[in-house]
Each structure stands twice: as C-alpha cells, then as structure tokens.
C-alpha cells in the first residue's frame, strides 16, 4: 500500500500540472507560438528524439557536469580532509575559501571565456566552482566533527596516516560527503545549463537559447523537461549513493 501511494500521489500531483498547464494554453489568450500547450510540446519531444537532436544535447550537458563535478571531488574531497585535520592549513586556505566560495559561478562566466576561449573548457571550469566550494567546506566540517578519542585510539594503536585516514576519517565522513555530493549535483546541474547558453553551441541550455531564438517555445519547453526529468534521475543517484554510504559507515563502526 505504501509503495502504491509512493507512485500514485506523484502520478496525481503531475496530472493536475498538466491540466492546469493546457487550461492556461486554452484560456490565457496567449498563441500556441507564446505559451504552446501539452500536445503541441509533446510532438516536439517525439520530433526532436526521432531526429536525434534531444539525445545529442543531453549527452553534451552530462558530460560537462560529470567531468567538472568529477574534478571538483578529486580535489575537494582531499583538500576538505586536510583543512579539516591540519591546523595550519585551515588557519591558510579557510579564508581564501570562504571569500570566494559565495561569488556566483556564474560571474565567473566573463573570465571563463577569456581564459579558456569556447567550448567546453569553460562550461567545465564553471561546474568545476560550482561543485568544488560546497564539497570542500562540508568535507572540512564533517572531519572536524569526529570525536577525538577516535584519533586517540589510532595513535594508541600505532596507526600510520593513511591508515587513520582510510579507517577512521573517510567512514566517519562518508554520509556527510554523500549529502553533499548530492546537494551539489544539482547545483552542478543548474550552472551548465546557464554556462552553455553563452559558450558553447551544445547542450539542452544551448538548445533552450537557440529555440528562443528562433522563437520555437515548444523546444524550449521539451528542454526544460528533459532538464527536470535529468535533474531528478541525478538526484535518484545521489540518494542511492547516499543510502549505500550510511550502510557503509554503520557497519565500519559496527
């Protein structure tokens, strides 16, 4: 029963969107070419995906986001551990983090371009902020959280670095590190769609720019869905991954 409810009531709530959605594009005096309803977006979605154009945009914008969330850990990830551990390195690299970390990736767009021209060398680097900032500092505060006596007990038992690390500070930290993660996907999400309406000529954000343009506010409409509908699978992921990561941690301090 709790299953059923589990797809019934979204299945209602996305039901009463669409009839309000076709009741505006029927009584709001708005054209089709302005305010297209469900049907007439409907056929663009099956239009776009027999030509191929959907499929190849999508791809595009995942790969930009997987290649700069992907950096943003490898480097993130680390650096949280050694703030959050190193005394020195806190009191060094904290500032700088804290100062730069509220700048919107976003106004980095202008430098983006001049440094790494088009692409998507500048789309990358734009997740690449966006996914790195919130990584680190929640990294930072989940080891600065573990108990101490967890670290007392290690040197008690003669535990190199390494090993404190990958005993005691990486399961310690793991489900932080997967919220996190899990939070910052769709903020990564989010910034490639506005990146590639400026430096690149692929992507579901230049496909919605370009559809503007030619005044076609039925693929604009196919793209924000396709948006949506990626946006929520990634968030599905994530909280998989998330759920995997708390198991882990139970049974390592088990």
């Known amino acids: 029963m709790a299953l059923s409810k589990k797809f019934i009531y979204p299945l209602i709530s996305f039901s009463v969107v669409i ?13 089709e070419s302005v305010f297209p309803g469900p049907l007439p977006v409907l056929n663009s979605f099956f239009e776009l995906v027999a030509n191929g154009s959907i499929f190849n945009h999508s791809v595009a914008s995942l790969y930009r986001v997987t290649i700069g969330f992907y950096l943003g850990a490898i480097v993130g990830i680390p650096l949280g551990i050694l703030i959050g551990r190193v005394k020195a390195v806190s009191y060094a690299l904290n500032p700088i983090i804290q100062f730069l970390r509220p700048i919107s990736p976003l106004a980095w767009i202008p430098l983006a ?7 998507d060398n500048p789309a990358i680097f734009l997740i690449f902020l966006s996914s790195f900032f919130p990584i680190v500092v929640a990294t ?33 930290i793991l489900p932080e590190v997967v919220t996190a993660l899990r939070l910052t996907i769709a903020i990564a999400w989010l910034v490639v769609v506005a990146a590639e309406m400026i430096a690149v000529q692929s992507g579901l954000g230049y496909l919605i720019l370009d559809s503007r343009n030619a005044l076609r506010m039925d693929y604009v409409m196919v793209a924000m869905i396709v948006i949506g509908i990626i946006g929520l699978l990634l968030d599905i992921i994530m909280y998989k991954l998330g759920r995997l990561g708390f198991i882990m941690a139970a049974k390592q301090h088990s």
Do not use: C, H
Request: charged content about 5%.
């Open 19 to 31: 009839i309000i959605w076709q009741l505006v594009a029927m009584y709001s005096g708005w054209s």
């Open 113 to 119: 371009m001049l440094w790494f021209g088009l692409g």
């Open 140 to 172: 930072a505060i989940a080891v600065s959280s573990i108990n101490p006596i967890y670290f007392q007990v290690a040197s008690n038992f003669n535990l190199s670095r390494v090993e404190m690390i990958t005993k005691i500070v990486v399961p310690a």
